[in-house]
C-alpha cells in the first residue's frame, strides 16, 4: 500500500486539519467531527446538512458554502458518521428554519441520520430528509434497501442549496430534493479496485481485461463483471441502463464523474460518448459536469449520471455557488 498518509488510523484527522488550514471560509470541529461554513448559520436559513463516509472526496466536504450545504459530516473511510456527530452539526446549523438532512441511500448513513433527527426532535429541533437513491446498477444488496445513492447527491445538494439561500422553506426544500432525486440517475464502471487505508489491500480484484459494470461508490460489486471495452461502449453500456430504467427526452444535466484515478482526458473521452449518445437519442444536453466531485479513493473508473431537468431546476442549478469545489456566478 503506497499512500500519503501519516498512518491508517488518522487519515480522517489529519484530512480535516488539512481542511481547516487550506479553506478559511469552512470551520473545522475537529472533536466532533464536522464542517460548516464560518460566520455560522442564517437567521431563518433552512439548514442543509450531508455527511458519509470519507474516502468520496470533494462530496460532501467540499460542497459546504454558498449555495449549497451548510455542513458535512464525514465519517471514517467507507465509514457512515455517527449519531452524536450528526446531531451536533444539525443544531450547529438550525438558525430556527429547520435542517434538512441529504443522505444517500446506505443502511449506516440511513440509520443513523434517522437517529440523529430523533434526537434532535428532542430537542426541538425539526429536521427532513431527502434520500437519494439513483443507481440504477443494483437494487437491493448488503449495503442497501433499495437502490444505492451516487451522483445524484450533487445535484440535490447544488439545486436544494440555491432554493434554501432564496428563503425557500423546510417543506419547499424537502419536496425539490426529491423531485431531483426523482429525475436523476446514475450507472457506474470501475476499471480498477481501491484500497482503504485501514485495510491494506484492494477491496477486489480485477483482471487487466476485466470491468466492473454499475461498481457502487465503495467498491460494491454492480451487475455484471466483463471485459474492456472502448469509452463508447462503456458510455453506451451506462446510457442503455439509464434510460431504460427513466426514459430519457428533452433537456439534461449531464456529470460524467471520475471515481478518483482516471485522469481528466479520459473523462473528456467518456464525455463526447455521451454527448454523441444522447444527441443520437433526441437528448439536448442543457448543462454539464466533468470532473472528480464524488469519489472512490483510488480507483479508476466513472460515473454518469442524467437528471431531467425543468425550467426551474435550470435556473436553480444556474444559480451562484461557492464552495471549495464547485463554484460559479459570484
Same mark, same amino acid.
Given at each position: ?8 488510523? #488518522?487519515?480522517?484527522?489529519? $484530512? ?9 471560509? /469552512? ?7 464536522? !464542517? *460548516? ?34 455542513? %458535512? ?5 467507507? *465509514? ?5 456527530? &450528526?446531531?451536533?452539526?444539525?443544531? %450547529? ?15 449506516? +448513513? ?12 428532542? +430537542? ?9 437513491? +439513483? ?23 447544488? !439545486?436544494?442549496?440555491? =432554493? ?27 476499471? $480498477? ?11 477486489? #480484484?480485477?483482471?487487466?481485461?476485466? !470491468?466492473?459494470?454499475?461498481?457502487? &461508490? ?5 451487475? =455484471?463483471?466483463?471485459? /474492456?471495452?472502448?469509452?463508447?461502449? &462503456?458510455?453506451?453500456?451506462?446510457? +442503455? %441502463? ?30 463526447? %460518448? ?19 466531485? &464524488? *469519489? ?7 460515473? !454518469? ?26
Amino acid at each position: 500500500m503506497k499512500k500519503l498518509i501519516n498512518a491508517p488510523d #488518522e487519515v480522517l484527522a489529519d $484530512s480535516l486539519a488539512g481542511v481547516a488550514a487550506a479553506h478559511p471560509s /469552512l470551520v473545522v470541529n475537529a472533536s466532533e467531527r464536522f !464542517i *460548516t461554513r464560518a460566520g455560522g448559520p442564517r437567521a431563518g436559513k433552512v439548514g442543509l446538512l450531508s455527511g458519509g463516509g470519507s474516502g468520496h472526496e470533494p462530496l460532501h466536504g467540499g460542497f459546504v458554502g454558498y449555495g449549497m450545504l451548510d455542513a %458535512a459530516c464525514p465519517g471514517e473511510v467507507f *465509514t457512515s458518521p455517527v449519531p452524536d456527530q &450528526i446531531l451536533a452539526a444539525t443544531k %450547529a446549523v438550525d438558525a430556527g428554519a429547520g435542517v434538512l438532512h441529504i443522505v444517500k441511500n446506505y443502511t449506516g +448513513d440511513v440509520l443513523n441520520f434517522q437517529m440523529a433527527a430523533e434526537l434532535a426532535a428532542d +430537542d426541538g429541533v425539526r429536521v427532513e430528509a431527502v434520500v437519494v437513491n +439513483d443507481d440504477v446498477a443494483v437494487e437491493n444488496s448488503t449495503w442497501t434497501a433499495g437502490r444505492r445513492g451516487t451522483g445524484a447527491t450533487v445535484f440535490v445538494e447544488k !439545486i436544494v442549496g440555491a =432554493a434554501a439561500e432564496r428563503g425557500a422553506d423546510l417543506a419547499t426544500a424537502v419536496a425539490l430534493g426529491r423531485e431531483v432525486n426523482e429525475r436523476s440517475r446514475s450507472f457506474g464502471v470501475a476499471l $480498477s479496485s481501491c484500497t482503504v487505508p485501514a485495510a491494506g489491500k484492494p477491496g477486489f #480484484e480485477l483482471a487487466e481485461d476485466e !470491468i466492473e459494470l454499475g461498481v457502487g &461508490i465503495h467498491g460494491e460489486p454492480g451487475r =455484471a463483471r466483463g471485459q /474492456l471495452v472502448s469509452a463508447r461502449e &462503456i458510455a453506451g453500456i451506462a446510457l +442503455d %441502463a439509464i434510460n431504460d430504467d427513466m426514459p430519457l427526452s428533452g433537456q439534461v444535466l449531464v456529470m460524467v464523474n471520475g471515481l478518483g484515478g482516471t485522469p481528466l482526458i479520459e473523462l473528456y473521452v467518456v464525455y463526447a %460518448a455521451v454527448a454523441q449518445w444522447l444527441s443520437g437519442h433526441g437528448v439536448s444536453i442543457a448543462r454539464s459536469l466533468v470532473g472528480n466531485y &464524488i *469519489t472512490s479513493l483510488e480507483m479508476a473508473g466513472c460515473s !454518469i449520471t442524467v437528471c431531467q431537468l425543468t425550467p426551474q431546476l435550470t435556473e436553480l442549478w444556474d444559480a451562484p455557488v461557492e464552495t471549495p469545489a464547485l463554484r460559479w456566478g459570484r
